[in-house]
């Protein structure tokens, strides 16, 4: 007995250890922020399809040619004096590739760039002239942008962190109902004898029948599909910690398939959840949550429901308050202002920007209000990171219509696109949502897939977007 109490003892006495040594390291580099350059850090998020890597892209080649951001007010003003990338400040965290993506974007026959695998970071030095009579005295200063892209499938597993295995196989059990595989899935589960000596075949068998499971799910347009790495699992593919599913409950004996599936839970969540939270998440200054609410709509009510949930559950977890000097310079870092941005906006005829920015606003105003509460600045807008389309006016029965054109992602043909009337009233799509209706009553909702446009750039001027000006400014612009 008293060797397990030493043995405690010494793991608390390494988790303080390793504690106060990251709270130094994190105090040094404070330090070095407050008293040099200083260092914002923006994290970009969103759940699939939502855009982020042409987000990153399309804002970094805007902050280097400001030819369209007349509403980032430094550069409307003129006190940007240049932009340039610099070398990432983690060396054991993938650099974003810019160039690639970039080029991808700009090129004679554009295409779309891979999506978000992993997490990456670039950084952009802002080279800044200082407002007013101080700031011109004191000559011109510079603005490290830290920007970190990660996967929302991985956004999904913060809410993990306060739920043990019981309580998340309970809730993954109970959202099979309806999904693509569910019943099969949840059939097989509910036939494994959990009391059983863990067999690792059919441990592997059960975990992946759940991963098809969630694949399929997330392909149908459900946001909620927990664990993030059982879809995107990288160098971790068929590993233990990868190794799991939800069992129905009951005893779990040692040494049986579900004490293991317990113990694989609990790994995964301190192995995988836990230091990705602490050497990203919980680093974060800013953080835009981008959301595809069209694509929401589309798939239906079930969807619409399930991406409101999803993003309240796990934008907890974004620790908002106010960020002091202070708090700062002693490493205690807080996200101080969150952007809620539903993209593709182009999708739709400027017409219909308002109604999908009340749609967003509405779907987070829960989480909104949280934020709010702590401190931070909220805002929700709907953008295109980069525009695809132009708009028309179009007669069809009798009336005129209110469309898009662009190039379609599959031919590569010019069409032109109308996909339906947005509601007014939010509640309109979010009440029978929450109801838990089947379709939508009145509309029919459409996506359209397109490629990106070719571009012709004048110099200084960046890709075309819509609104990507009004969210630098909420994001970054106080500190230019």
Same mark, same amino acid.
Not at 144 to 167: A, N, Q
Not at 212 to 220: D, G, K, N, P, W
Not at 363 to 371: E, F, K, P, T, W
């Given at each position: 007995?008293?060797?397990?109490?030493?043995?405690?003892?010494?793991?608390?006495?390494?988790?303080?250890?390793?504690?106060?040594?990251?709270?130094?390291?994190?105090?040094?580099?404070?330090?070095?922020?407050?008293?040099?350059?200083?260092?914002?850090?923006?994290?970009?998020?969103?759940?699939?399809?939502?855009?982020?890597?042409?987000?990153?892209?399309?804002?970094?080649?805007?902050?280097?040619?400001?030819?369209?951001?007349?509403?980032?007010?430094?550069?409307?003003?003129?006190?940007?004096?240049?932009?340039?990338?610099?070398?990432?400040?983690?060396?054991?965290?993938?650099?974003?590739?810019?160039?690639?993506?970039?080029?991808?974007?700009?090129?004679?026959?554009?295409?779309?760039?891979?999506?978000?695998?992993?997490?990456?970071?670039?950084?952009?030095?802002?080279?800044?002239?200082?407002?007013?009579?101080?700031?011109?005295?004191?000559?011109?200063?510079?603005?490290?942008?830290?920007?970190?892209?990660?996967?929302?499938?991985?956004?999904?597993?913060?809410?993990?962190?306060?739920?043990?295995?019981?309580?998340?196989?309970?809730?993954?059990?109970?959202?099979?109902?309806?999904?693509?595989?569910?019943?099969?899935?949840?059939?097989?589960?509910?036939?494994?004898?959990?009391?059983?000596?863990?067999?690792?075949?059919?441990?592997?068998?059960?975990?992946?029948?759940?991963?098809?499971?969630?694949?399929?799910?997330?392909?149908?347009?459900?946001?909620?599909?927990?664990?993030?790495?059982?879809?995107?699992?990288?160098?971790?593919?068929?590993?233990?910690?990868?190794?799991?599913?939800?069992?129905?409950?009951?005893?779990?004996?040692?040494?049986?398939?579900?004490?293991?599936?317990?113990?694989?839970?609990?790994?995964?969540?301190?192995?995988?959840?836990?230091?990705?939270?602490?050497?990203?998440?919980?680093?974060?200054?800013?953080?835009?949550?981008?959301?595809?609410?069209?694509?929401?709509?589309?798939?239906?009510?079930?969807?619409?429901?399930? =991406? &409101?949930? $999803?993003?309240? +559950? *796990?934008?907890?977890?974004?620790?908002?308050?106010?960020?002091?000097?202070? #708090? /700062? %310079? @002693?490493?205690?870092?807080?996200?101080?202002?969150?952007?809620?941005?539903?993209?593709?906006?182009?999708?739709?005829?400027?017409?219909?920007?308002?109604?999908?920015?009340?749609?967003?606003?509405?779907?987070?105003?829960?989480?909104?209000?949280?934020?709010?509460?702590?401190?931070?600045?909220?805002?929700?807008?709907?953008?295109?990171? =980069? &525009?695809? $389309?132009?708009? +028309? *006016?179009?007669?069809?029965?009798?009336?005129?219509?209110?469309?898009?054109? #662009? /190039? %379609? @992602?599959?031919?590569?043909?010019?069409?032109?696109?109308?996909?339906?009337?947005?509601?007014?009233?939010?509640?309109?799509?979010?009440?029978?949502?929450?109801?838990?209706?089947?379709?939508?009553?009145?509309?029919?909702?459409?996506?359209?897939?397109?490629?990106?446009?070719?571009?012709?750039?004048?110099?200084?001027?960046?890709?075309?977007?819509?609104?990507?000006?009004?969210?630098?400014?909420?994001?970054?612009?106080?500190?230019?």
């Amino acid at each position: 007995m008293a060797k397990q109490d030493d043995e405690g003892i010494s793991v608390v006495l390494g988790r303080l250890a390793d504690g106060v040594t990251r709270g130094i390291e994190g105090v040094g580099q404070s330090v070095s922020a407050q008293f040099f350059d200083p260092t914002l850090r923006l994290g970009v998020t969103g759940l699939s399809r939502a855009g982020k890597t042409v987000f990153i892209t399309s804002l970094i080649a805007n902050l280097i040619d400001r030819g369209r951001m007349p509403q980032l007010v430094a550069a409307a003003e003129g006190r940007i004096l240049t932009a340039f990338l610099q070398p990432q400040p983690d060396d054991t965290v993938p650099r974003f590739d810019y160039e690639a993506h970039h080029a991808a974007l700009t090129a004679p026959d554009p295409h779309w760039p891979d999506s978000t695998r992993a997490v990456s970071q670039l950084r952009l030095s802002l080279r800044l002239r200082g407002s007013g009579l101080l700031g011109g005295m004191a000559g011109p200063r510079t603005l490290h942008l830290d920007i970190v892209d990660y996967p929302g499938e991985w956004l999904l597993d913060l809410g993990l962190m306060g739920k043990s295995y019981d309580d998340w196989a309970q809730a993954a059990l109970a959202r099979m109902d309806g999904r693509p595989g569910g019943e099969a899935a949840r059939a097989a589960l509910a036939a494994a004898d959990g009391r059983a000596q863990l067999d690792e075949g059919t441990a592997q068998a059960l975990a992946q029948g759940f991963t098809s499971h969630l694949v399929a799910s997330r392909e149908a347009g459900f946001s909620d599909c927990t664990p993030g790495r059982f879809l995107l699992p990288g160098e971790m593919a068929g590993s233990p910690v990868l190794t799991f599913a939800p069992l129905p409950p009951g005893p779990a004996p040692r040494g049986s398939l579900r004490a293991e599936f317990t113990r694989r839970y609990d790994a995964y969540k301190a192995k995988i959840v836990q230091p990705f939270f602490r050497d990203h998440f919980a680093r974060l200054d800013r953080q835009i949550v981008l959301v595809d609410v069209l694509g929401a709509i589309h798939d239906g009510p079930r969807a619409v429901e399930d =991406l &409101r949930r $999803t993003l309240a +559950e *796990t934008l907890s977890a974004f620790r908002p308050g106010t960020n002091s000097w202070l #708090g /700062r %310079l @002693l490493g205690a870092r807080r996200v101080d202002r969150i952007l809620f941005a539903a993209t593709k906006a182009d999708h739709l005829h400027h017409s219909q920007h308002a109604k999908l920015t009340g749609i967003m606003d509405a779907l987070v105003r829960d989480a909104r209000s949280r934020a709010d509460f702590a401190g931070a600045r909220t805002d929700a807008i709907s953008i295109a990171a =980069l &525009r695809a $389309t132009v708009e +028309e *006016t179009r007669a069809h029965d009798g009336r005129n219509l209110d469309v898009v054109r #662009g /190039r %379609l @992602l599959d031919g590569g043909r010019q069409a032109a696109f109308y996909p339906g009337a947005l509601p007014q009233d939010a509640s309109a799509l979010l009440a029978p949502a929450r109801e838990g209706a089947e379709a939508w009553l009145d509309e029919d909702y459409a996506i359209m897939r397109f490629a990106p446009a070719r571009l012709s750039l004048r110099p200084g001027e960046g890709p075309p977007h819509i609104r990507l000006d009004r969210a630098a400014q909420f994001l970054i612009g106080d500190r230019l």
